[in-house]
């Protein structure tokens, strides 16, 4: 959507982000070799897969506080947890309170 509106207030040209646009580039991205003949086999994927690479590098270059990420995950899974487990006592006392 941010993407879209960028290039709108850009180009001047309207653009939509819906469930149709969405279905249409996962049918391009699955039949991507078909339509481009001179790709070799399995080129495609090799860039993908080293575009996600770079990007998950680039990702966790970039993140200013990325010694801390399994301590904060840590707490966040554990927050989690203690939520789950209140919720499930909360149900058990429920259905066996009034027996």
């Known amino acids: 959507p941010n993407l879209g509106v960028a290039i709108q207030e850009e180009v001047g040209f309207p653009c939509k ?23 070799d086999n ?3 994927g090799k860039a993908q897969l080293g575009l ?5 590098r680039a990702k966790v270059k970039f993140n200013v506080n990325r010694q801390d990420n399994m301590i904060i995950q840590s707490i966040c899974l554990l927050d989690q947890l203690d939520k789950d487990v209140n919720t499930c006592a909360m149900r058990v006392k429920e259905w066996y309170v009034y027996c």
């Open 17 to 39: 982000s819906n469930e149709l646009v969405l279905e249409l580039l996962r049918g391009i991205r699955f039949h991507f070799e078909k339509f481009v003949s001179k790709l």
């Open 42 to 44: 399995g080129a495609s």
């Open 52 to 56: 996600g690479h770079s990007y998950s």
